[in-house]
C-alpha cells in the first residue's frame, strides 16, 4: 500500500490528492437504498464535510453510486450514465442487491452481480446499509483514490469487449447507440 | 451627361430591360440587376464629389437633385447594402419564378431611394418617394401570399403618409411658393413660413409611417416577413432610414435652423422632439417584446426592426451633437447587421426550407458560415462589445444620460435587455439546439450568398474597434446639418461629461484574454477532450431516439411572457381594427339616410324647409 | 343483514346468468362465464353505478389448466365492492377487451398481456409494458421457473456462486448466539 | 517597455486576487450554509480542491464548437471587467502600484454591456449541447436579467445623473471628497441595486437558472472538467467583480485590500442570508419581485438624483 503512494510522482500525488478530497456524487436511485442518501447528506451525518457532494448530471459527477437492486431495464440507462461520466471515474455499489442479488436473487428481472456489468470499486453492503456504513465506504473508496487504485474507467475501457459480452447477454436487444462512448 | 442622372438612368432603364429580359432567361433578371447596381457605384465612387448636380426644369417647375454630404452617407448605405444584396440575390432568386417583376421592382426602389436622398426639392423628393412606395409594396405582395394583412395594411399607411406629405408640401408652397428645400430653410431662418409647425408635424407623420414609428408601425412586421429576403435586408435596411432621413431634414434641417429668438418656434422644436423621442423609446420596447415572442425567424427580425428604428428615432429626435452621431451611427450599423441577419435567414430559408423555428434547429454544423455571420451581427444588435454595435448604444445612452432624458435611458435599457432574448431566441432557435435527421441534407449556402453576409459581418468587427472610420462621413454630414466641429476619435469614444471609453484596450484585452483561455483549454488535456454530438447529452440515462426530437423550441420565453402579461394584452392592430369596425359602423348608420324611398326624401325636403321656413322667421 | 349485499347479487343474477354469493360485508363476488364478462360490467357500470375499476387481476391457476381473472368493480354511491370472476383457458388465453367501457382497463389489460400472455382482441397499445425485449415465456405464469432463469442469467461471478447464509460466519466471528426467530427464516 | 511589463503584472495579480477572492467567498458560503444548518460543512477551500480535482480529469467532453469556446468566453469576459474596473481607490499606494490596469480606459455602461459577454457565450454554449435543461436555464436566465436589470439601470442612472460622470473612478473620487458615500446620499438607489444584487448573485430564492434538482444544473448540465472548472474560474471572477463594483458606486471604493474584503463579504452575506430563508421562486414570481418594490424603490432613488 505505502509503496504505491511513495511511487506516485507528486503531480498525481497532488492530483490524487484533490479527487480524493473532491467526490461529485451521481446517486442513481435504484433502489429502495435511495433513501439513505438523503440521510447522509443532511446535517446527522453530513457528507459534505469530506467534500462529497451531489452532482446533477453524469458529465460532472465522479462517483456513480448505485443504490440498490438494478432491474435490467434500469441496467441500461446505468451503463449509459457510466459512459458518459468523465475519467478517472469510480462506482460504488451498495446494498447486498447490488452483490449478489439480495432479496431479489431469484427474481427473473433483477441482475445479480453488478460487477459484470460495470467495474465496481466499492461495495457497501447491507440492506440497508445505514449512513455510517456508506460513510465508511465513501472513506474506503477515498483510500483506494489517494493509492491511485481507482481506475475504474481504465479498467472498463481495457475489458470492454468482456464487459460488453455480458451486458449484451441481459439486455438482448442491444440499442446503446454508437456514439456513447 | 450629368452623372448623377446618369446613374438614375442606369438603374431606372435596368429594371425596364430586367423586367422584359425575363422572357429570354430566368436567370437574367437578377444578372442585370447585379451589374446596373454595380455600374451605378462604379460610377458613383470614380466620380469627383462636386458633379452630383443636377437641375431641370420643366412645366414651371424647378426639379433639383444634389448629393451633399449628408446624403452621400445614405448613397453609401443605399449602394454598398443594395450591391450586397443584389450579388446575393443572383444566388438566392435562382429557381423562382417572376424574377423579372421582382428585380423591376428591386431596381426602381433603389432609384427611387437615391433620387430622395438627392432631392432637393419637394416635388422631386415625393415623387421619387412615391416610386419607392409603390416599388416596395409590390414587392411586398409579390409573393401573393397573406395579401390582406399585409398588402392593405402597408398600401393604408404609405397613402396616409403621402397624403399628409402631400398636404405639407403644399401648405408651404402656398406661403412661400417655392419647392426648393434651401430656400424653404431660408425662409424659415427669415421666419416667412407662418404654418411651419403645422407642416412640419404632417411630414414627420409621413416620415413616421417609413421609420414605422409607435402607432403607425403595424404594416411592418408582416411586410418585412413577406417580402423576400433579398429585399428584406434593402427593405429594412435602408428603405425604412428613409424615414429618418426625412426626420432628420425636418428637425434637424428645417426647425433648427429657426430663428432661436422666436421662443415658441424653439419650444415647438423641443417639445416636437420630445414626443418623437418618447415614441421612438416605446415603439423599441414595444416591438421587443413582440420580436421575443415570434416563432418565426424572419418575423422575429422584423419586429426587431421595428424596434431599432425606434433607438435611432430618439437619437435623431433628441438633437444633441452626440445623440445625432450614435443615431447615424446606428442607422448605418442598422443596415449592416440587420441586412446581413435578413440575408441570413434568406440563406437559412433557401437551404432548410423554412424559418420557422419550431422546425428547425441545430443548423451550426451544416451552415458555419451562416452562423458565424448571424451571430457576430446579433452581437452587434445586441449591442456587447467588442463589436459596433456597442458603440452606438454606448453613444446613445450617454447622449440620453447627459441630457437629462434618464426615464427614456431606463425605457431603453430596458428594451436594449430585453433584446437579449430574441437575439439568443434566434440563434438557438435555428442554429443551436438538437442536430435532427430532417435536417442533415441540409447544405451550406453558394458561395455568392455567403460572400455578401461575411463582407458586412468583417465590417462590423472591424467598426467595433475602428469606429473613427464611420464617424468621418457621419461628422462631415453633420456639418450640413448644421453640427459643426463634431468631435471624433477613431477608436475612443467620450460624450460631453468627458468620460470615455477606449475601444482599442477593449479589444486588446478581450484578444489577449481570449486568445489564452482558447490556448489553455484547447491544449491542456487535448488528447481526453471529445466532441459528441447532440445526441450524446445526459437525459437521466435515457437514450434519445432517432425521431425523438428533444430540442426547446416552443412557448420559449413563456415564463418572461406570462410575467409581463399586462404588456401583451393591448395589440395595435385590434385598435385599428377596432377603429375601422367603429368606422365602418358610422357610415353604414350615415348611410341609412339614404333610404331609396321617395316618401322619406319628400320628408327631408319638407324638414328643410320648416326649418328654414324657422329661421328666417327668426332672423327677420 | 347485508340487505343491500343481497340486493345487488339478486340484480346482477336475475338480469345474468351468473351465480355468485355476498363474500362479506359491501363484498359481492359472481362468477361469470368469461364471454358474458364485458356485459355484466358494461351493466353494472352503466345502470347500476359502479363508475370505477379497481382492477383486473389474474390467478394463474395451473392445476386446472386455467386463468382466473378478477375483475373488481366499486360504487361511489353504495361503497360497495363487485367481484366479477371468470375462468378463462390456460393454454388458449383470450378475453374481451374492456378498455372501451374503463379508458384505465387499458393498462391492467397490458399488463395481464404481458404477464401472463392473454391476448386481448382489439387492445391497443404497445406490446412492451414494463418488460423490455423480453422472449421468454411471460414471466408471471406459474411454470416459469424464475430461480432457473435468474441462475441461467444472471449467474454469479466464478467463485461467488454460494449464495449462503453469512449469518452463521458472523455471529461465530462477533460471538454472536443468532435468535431463535431469526433462525426460521434461514434460506435453508 | 518597463512600464508595459509592470502592467501585465499587475493585471496578473488582480487577476490571482480576484480569482482567489472569489473562491474563498463561495468556500466560506459553502461552510456557513453547513453551520446553518447544523452540520460540519466542507473546508473554506473546498472550492479550490473541487477546481483542482475538476481541472485534472482525464477526458473531457464537448459538444461542438460554441460547447468548446463558452468557458473561454467566461474567462474572457470576466478577465477584461476585471481590468476595467478600479479594485481600489485611485491615488492610493496599492492601487498605484498593482491595481491600475486599464480602469480609466471604460466606463459605467462599457462594463454594464461587458458583463452580458460571458452569459452570451454560456447560453450559446449551453445552446449548443442540445440539452433541454439546458436551454430552459438560459431562457430562465435571461428573463431573470431582465427582471433584475431595471432596478439596477434605474439606481445606476441616479448614480451618473446625481454625480454627471459615468465613470466610475470619477464616482469614487467624488464620494471620498465630499465624504458621503453613495449608499447615505441616495439611500432607495443603493437599495434598489441592492435587490438587484439578489437576482445577481443567483442564489435561492433567484436560483432559478441552476435550479438543482429541477433543471439538473440548468446551462452547465452537460459541462465538466475542465470545461465546468473554468466557467467555474469565470464565475468567481465575476463574483469579486460585482461585488467590488458595488463597494466602489455605493461604498466609496477601498484604500486598501482589508477594506475592500471587509465591505465586500459585507455585501456579499446579503444575498447569501436572504437565500438562507427563502425557498426558490418561479421565473416569473422573480421577474415580478424586480419590478415591483425594488423598480418603485429605484424611481425614487432616480427623482431624488435628479432634484
Known sequence: MET?????????????????????????????????????????????????????????????????????????????????????????AFGSCTINGGMYYDSYNTINVLEKYIPVDVYINGCMPRPEAVIAGFKQLQDKIARGDADNGTRYKENLDWYRANQQQVIKNWRMPDYNW | MNTLALILLILFSGAIVAFLSEKVSKFLPSLIAFISITAAGILFYTSPADVFNFKLSMAGLNFTLKIDEFSRLFVHMIIG???????????????????????????????????????????????????????????????????????????????????????????????????????????????????????????????????????????????????????????????????????????????????PADFSLVYINGFIGQILAWLGA?????????????????????????????????????????????????????????????????????????????????????????????????????????????????????????????????????????????????????????????????????????????????????????????????????????????????????????NTVNLMYISTTIGVAFVAALLFLTLKGRKGSRNVGTKDISTSGEIPLEHENLTYQLDFFKPFERAASPLYRRKMTKIYDDLSNGLDALFDFTRKIYTGNGQTYALYVVIFLVALLIYVQNTL | ??????????????????????????????????????????????????????????????????????????????????????????????????????????????????????????????????????????????????????????????GRENTQDVRETISTRSGEEIPDFAKKYSRD | MEGLAIKILGAVITTIVAFAVGMTYGGITRKLTARVQNRVGPTIFQNFIDLLKLQSKKTNIYHGVMGHFAPMWIITAAITVLMFIPVLHPGTAWYNSWFPNLSFHGDLIFLLYMMVFGSLGMALGAGQTGNPNSAIGVTRGLSQMVGFEIPFVLALVALMVQYQTTSIQDIMTVQRESGVWMMFSNPFSFLAALFASLGMFRYSPFDIVGAPAEL???????????????????????????????????????????ELLIKTFALYMIPVFYGWVNPRYRTEQAIRYFWGWPTALGVIGLLIAIF
Not at chain 1, 461529485?24 to 429502495?32: H, I, L, S
Not at chain 2, 457576430?376 to 453613444?395: D, N
Not at chain 2, 435532427?436 to 465590417?459: F, N
Not at chain 3, 398481456?113 to 425485449?133: K, N
Open chain 2, 282 to 498: 416605446i415603439t423599441a420596447a414595444i416591438a421587443t417584446l413582440y420580436a421575443l415572442i415570434q416563432t418565426d425567424a424572419k418575423k422575429l427580425l422584423a419586429y426587431s426592426s421595428v424596434a431599432q428604428l425606434g433607438y435611432i428615432t430618439i437619437g435623431i429626435a433628441i438633437g444633441t451633437p452626440l445623440s445625432v452621431m450614435a443615431s447615424l451611427f446606428l442607422a448605418v450599423l442598422h443596415a449592416l447587421f440587420k441586412g446581413t441577419l435578413f440575408l441570413a435567414m434568406g440563406a437559412v430559408e433557401r437551404q432548410a426550407g423554412t424559418t420557422d423555428m419550431t422546425k428547425i434547429s441545430g443548423l451550426i454544423r451544416r451552415m458555419p458560415w451562416t452562423f458565424f455571420v448571424t451571430l457576430v451581427s446579433i452581437i452587434s444588435l445586441a449591442g456587447v462589445p467588442p463589436l459596433a454595435g456597442f458603440v452606438g448604444k454606448w453613444m446613445l445612452y450617454e447622449a440620453l444620460i447627459t441630457n437629462g432624458n434618464v426615464f427614456m435611458v431606463v425605457v431603453v435599457f430596458f428594451s436594449s435587455t430585453a433584446a437579449f432574448l430574441y437575439s439568443y431566441r434566434i440563434l438557438f432557435g435555428i442554429f443551436l439546439g438538437q442536430e435532427e435527421d430532417d435536417t442533415a441534407h441540409v447544405k451550406e449556402a453558394p458561395l455568392s450568398m455567403i460572400l455578401p453576409m461575411v463582407v458586412m459581418a468583417l465590417l462590423l468587427i472591424a467598426l467595433g474597434t475602428y469606429p473613427g472610420l464611420l464617424f468621418d462621413p457621419i461628422a462631415q454630414g453633420m456639418t450640413v446639418l448644421g453640427f459643426e466641429n463634431v468631435t471624433w476619435q477613431m477608436t475612443v469614444l467620450s460624450n460631453v461629461w468627458g
Open chain 3, 1 to 158: 343483514m347485508l340487505e343491500q349485499e343481497q340486493a345487488l347479487l339478486s340484480q346482477v343474477t336475475s338480469a345474468f346468468p351468473v351465480k355468485g354469493k355476498v363474500m362479506r360485508n359491501r363484498r359481492v363476488e359472481v362468477w361469470a362465464e368469461s364471454t358474458t364478462v364485458s356485459s355484466i360490467l358494461m351493466y353494472v357500470k352503466n345502470q347500476m353505478g359502479y363508475q370505477h375499476l379497481n382492477h383486473i387481476t389474474c390467478i394463474d391457476r395451473i392445476e386446472d389448466t386455467k386463468f382466473q381473472l378478477v375483475y373488481t368493480v366499486f360504487s361511489h354511491q353504495t361503497k360497495m365492492t363487485l367481484f366479477v370472476k371468470t375462468f378463462i383457458d390456460r393454454n388458449a388465453p383470450v378475453m374481451d377487451n374492456i378498455d372501451h367501457i374503463w379508458d384505465q382497463a387499458n393498462t391492467y389489460e397490458r399488463e395481464l398481456r404481458e404477464m401472463y400472455g392473454i391476448q386481448f382482441p382489439g387492445l391497443v397499445g404497445a406490446q412492451e409494458f414494463i418488460l423490455e425485449d423480453w422472449d421468454e415465456m411471460p414471466p408471471m405464469r406459474r411454470d416459469f421457473k424464475t430461480e432457473e432463469y435468474s441462475e441461467k442469467t444472471f449467474s454469479s461471478l466464478p
Open chain 4, 216 to 258: 439538473a444544473s440548468g446551462p452547465v448540465s452537460e459541462f465538466g472538467g475542465k470545461y465546468l472548472g473554468t466557467m467555474m474560474s469565470g464565475g468567481s471572477i465575476f463574483a469579486f467583480i460585482k461585488l467590488t463594483l458595488y463597494v466602489d458606486l455605493f461604498l466609496g471604493g477601498a484604500y486598501s485590500i482589508p
Open chain 1, 4 to 92: 504505491k503512494k511513495d511511487s506516485q510522482t507528486i503531480a498525481e500525488y497532488i492530483k490524487n490528492w484533490s479527487r480524493k478530497h473532491s467526490l461529485f456524487v451521481m446517486a442513481y436511485g435504484t433502489g429502495c437504498g435511495a433513501i439513505e442518501i438523503p440521510a447522509t447528506m443532511t446535517s446527522r451525518y453530513d457528507a459534505e464535510r469530506l467534500g462529497i457532494r451531489g452532482a446533477a448530471t453524469p458529465r460532472q459527477a465522479d462517483v456513480l453510486l448505485i443504490t440498490g437492486y438494478l432491474a435490467t431495464k434500469t441496467l441500461k440507462r446505468v451503463i449509459r450514465v457510466y459512459e458518459q461520466m468523465q475519467d478517472p471515474k469510480y462506482v460504488i
Open chain 2, 81 to 259: 447594402l443594395s450591391w450586397l444584396a443584389s450579388m446575393y440575390a443572383v444566388g438566392y432568386m435562382q429557381n423562382k419564378e417572376r424574377q423579372g417583376t421582382f428585380f423591376f421592382n428591386m431596381l426602381l426602389s433603389i432609384g427611387g431611394m437615391l433620387g430622395i436622398v438627392a432631392a432637393r426639392d419637394l416635388v422631386s423628393f415625393f415623387v421619387f418617394w412615391e416610386i419607392m412606395t409603390w416599388s416596395s409594396f409590390l414587392i411586398v405582395v409579390w409573393t401573393g401570399a397573406d395579401f390582406r394583412r399585409t398588402g392593405i395594411w402597408y398600401m393604408v399607411f404609405s397613402a396616409m403618409g403621402a397624403y399628409a406629405m402631400l398636404m405639407a408640401i403644399m401648405m408651404i408652397y402656398s406661403d412661400i411658393h417655392t419647392f426648393n428645400i434651401d430656400e424653404i430653410i431660408a425662409a424659415i431662418a427669415e421666419q416667412r413660413l407662418p404654418h411651419l409647425v403645422e407642416a412640419s408635424v404632417l411630414l414627420l407623420f409621413g416620415f413616421s409611417v417609413k421609420a414605422a414609428l409607435m402607432p403607425l408601425h403595424v404594416w411592418a412586421p408582416n411586410a418585412y416577413t413577406q417580402a423576400p429576403a433579398a429585399y428584406t435586408a434593402i427593405f429594412s435596411g435602408v428603405l425604412s432610414k428613409m424615414g429618418i432621413f426625412g426626420m432628420a431634414l425636418v428637425l434637424l434641417s428645417m426647425l433648427k435652423f429657426a430663428n
